[in-house]
């Protein structure tokens, strides 16, 4: 299995741009995670869905950020227009029912 | 709410000595709580996790740790460092069982490895 995939793994916008992270979760999972990773903050979790079913969104910082999961293999999240402190590395991590969770390898942020 | 406290950002320790990383959380229900390991440039990979049953977990490579609910205390622990050990540590908690609600994160902690 090819784990998580994430794409792009780098991405350096102009501030007010609009982003798009990708995440492909391991076939299989029905549980999918978005984490974010800051200095400041460390790890924190946006927003998670349980069979493409957004269930708890409170960690998504303001309105400018969205997710979805149209299918059981592809989620995205958006943000628009991007800020420069929306500068960090954003995880997704997928799981199977009540069973650990893996993770991604991440996409490194950079808004100018 | 739930949260978790890593004693120390960094920690420094020999090849072939004892490593603790410490680890303290607070939950309003019993807790499920796990210890990842995040290698530069990676994502995150589980090293163990307890879910109620036996209180001494066993990971990967070696780690291992102990759930004191007196003291809300789950330590990782490795009795001798190697090289390759060197990496961003993570203790997470989850009110729900595997993480599936999602999993509250401390700040990490960098262990340094000596030569």
């Known amino acids: 299995d090819a784990g998580v995939i994430q794409s792009p793994r780098h991405e350096v916008t102009e501030m007010g741009q609009e982003v798009t992270l990708r995440c492909k979760p391991i076939?299989?999972?029905?549980?999918l995670f978005w984490y974010r990773q800051t200095m400041m903050r460390g790890l924190e979790l946006l927003i998670y869905?349980?069979?493409?079913?957004?269930?708890?969104d409170s960690g998504m910082p303001e309105d400018r950020f969205s997710a979805k999961m149209p299918n059981a293999s592809f989620s995205t999240l958006k943000i628009q227009p991007s800020e420069p402190r929306d500068s960090a590395v954003y995880f997704c991590?997928?799981?199977?029912?009540?069973?650990?969770?893996?993770f991604g390898p991440g996409t490194r942020l950079t808004v100018l | 709410a739930q949260s978790v406290t890593q004693l120390g950002s960094h920690v420094s320790v020999s090849e072939g000595a004892l490593v603790l990383l410490r680890c303290n959380y607070s939950?309003?229900?019993?807790?499920?709580l796990f210890w990842y390991v995040q290698y530069p440039n990676q994502g995150l990979q589980l090293l163990l996790k307890y879910t109620s049953a036996a209180t001494l977990v066993k990971g990967i490579n070696g780690f291992e740790a102990e759930f004191k609910k007196s003291e809300t205390s789950f330590h990782l622990t490795k009795p001798s460092a190697h090289m390759s050990d060197a990496a961003e540590y993570f203790c997470a908690v989850s009110e729900s069982r595997g993480g599936a609600d999602g999993l509250t994160f401390g700040k990490g902690t960098h262990l340094i490895i000596q030569p």
């Open positions: 869905f349980n069979n493409n079913v957004p269930i708890d």
């Open positions: 076939s299989g999972h029905n549980s």
């Open positions: 991590a997928s799981s199977p029912a009540g069973n650990e969770q893996f």
């Open positions: 939950s309003s229900v019993p807790p499920y």
